[in-house]
């Protein structure tokens, strides 16, 4: 297992993350995966053997449930608090009433002392915003996790599934007001997704903020199960939910020229999904789920393939989005000033 720094901070992640949307059986989120307590444990122990020391949850994921199961794992399992990056969110629906969900200081400060509470921690080491609040000033969200730094009981901030500018205006705030700055963004990237190298990969360079890949291997259709022309797995959870959307003739095309370099290397498609994007220098930890050990252990070794750069130039030629204005002005443009002049 490799570390990388986690954005503009000294600390150190395994470039592969542990997610938890498997973890728990409430509501819709059974069809994740439903694990219970000795499943769990398992699998966290099995990712903190193999070298990972960061696990990505959420408030929302079995409303609490994962959670819940998370932190009694690591109690579970002894795995020494110090040696483990615990990240969480929160932004989404927990219940029904007025403020139940959203980024008020009000709900903020519940939600990192009920799920301090279910991971049966004293402090959280990121702290992320799942989404968008479209009501809630971002002055006070960024003051509300601003105090929880001051306080102790969260150590960095994330943000997650935000568009750049967004990003940028909380970065911009935050310097403004001597908050403690976003240092990453959690966002959905895959070989079959390359949506935010358009406008999120030039601000992560620029601001040098780390990136958190989600969904890597698209819901699982990366997964090699998936054939064109073909019905969808029996198994697969894209047949109760087909999330996140994807571009499928272009995944497929995607699939196609993996099957015959993960047969090269004696392993599976997903393996190489994942392995394309551990090759990219904007991305700082891949998260992945698992319902299963296998599954578990064949992610977890994406981190030991290296794919040559021919093969890397295959696959980022059958998944190259087509350029959108002003992308093609920038590169036409940007030409003039590539080189140095010549005398």
């Known amino acids: 297992m490799r570390y990388r720094l986690l954005g503009p901070t000294g600390l150190y992640v395994s470039e592969i993350c542990l997610g938890t949307m498997t973890f728990?059986?409430?509501?819709?989120?059974?069809?994740?995966?439903?694990?219970?307590?000795?499943?769990?444990?398992?699998i966290v122990k099995t990712s903190f053997d193999q070298g990972v020391n960061f696990i990505d949850t959420a408030n929302v994921y079995s409303f609490g449930e994962s959670e819940s199961l998370l932190g009694q794992a690591i109690k579970d399992t002894g795995i020494p608090r110090d040696?483990?990056?615990?990240?969480?969110?929160?932004?989404?629906?927990?219940?029904?009433?007025?403020?139940?969900?959203?980024?008020?200081?009000?709900?903020?400060?519940?939600?990192?002392?009920?799920?301090?509470?279910?991971?049966?921690?004293?402090?959280?080491?990121?702290?992320?915003?799942?989404?968008?609040?479209?009501?809630?000033?971002?002055?006070?969200?960024?003051?509300?996790?601003?105090?929880?730094?001051?306080?102790?009981?969260?150590?960095?901030?994330?943000?997650?599934?935000?568009?750049?500018?967004?990003?940028?205006?909380?970065?911009?705030?935050?310097?403004?007001?001597?908050?403690?700055?976003?240092?990453?963004?959690?966002?959905?990237?895959t070989i079959a997704?390359?949506?935010?190298?358009?406008?999120?990969?030039?601000?992560?360079?620029?601001?040098?903020?780390g990136l958190l890949v989600w969904s890597p291997l698209a819901g699982g259709f990366l997964s090699g199960k998936f054939k064109n022309n073909s019905p969808l797995p029996e198994n697969s959870r894209r047949n109760d939910f087909d999330f996140p959307p994807i571009h499928r003739e272009r995944a497929y095309a995607c699939i196609e020229a993996m099957e015959p370099i993960a047969k090269n290397h004696g392993v599976s498609v997903a393996r190489v999904a994942l392995a394309w994007l551990l090759s990219k220098q904007e991305v700082t930890s891949v998260i992945i789920g698992a319902k299963r050990i296998d599954q578990l252990n064949d992610n977890l070794l994406a981190s030991e393939l290296k794919l040559s750069q021919e093969e890397l130039s295959c696959l980022n030629e059958v998944s190259t989005l087509p350029i959108e204005y002003p992308g093609w002005m920038y590169d036409m443009q940007g030409k003039y000033r590539a080189t140095p002049p010549v005398k």
């Open 83 to 189: 040696q483990l990056i615990v990240a969480t969110k929160s932004t989404g629906p927990m219940n029904e009433t007025p403020n139940g969900r959203g980024q008020s200081r009000h709900h903020i400060f519940n939600e990192v002392d009920a799920s301090l509470k279910r991971l049966q921690l004293d402090h959280i080491d990121l702290y992320q915003f799942h989404g968008f609040d479209p009501l809630t000033p971002l002055e006070e969200s960024l003051s509300a996790l601003n105090d929880l730094v001051r306080m102790g009981k969260i150590r960095y901030i994330g943000l997650c599934n935000m568009t750049a500018w967004h990003m940028m205006k909380a970065l911009a705030i935050s310097k403004e007001k001597n908050y403690a700055s976003v240092i990453s963004s959690q966002s959905h990237y």
């Open 24 to 42: 728990g059986n409430q509501g819709f989120w059974s069809v994740m995966g439903g694990l219970g307590q000795m499943d769990v444990n398992q």
């Open 193 to 209: 997704g390359r949506d935010i190298e358009r406008e999120i990969f030039p601000l992560l360079n620029d601001q040098k903020l």
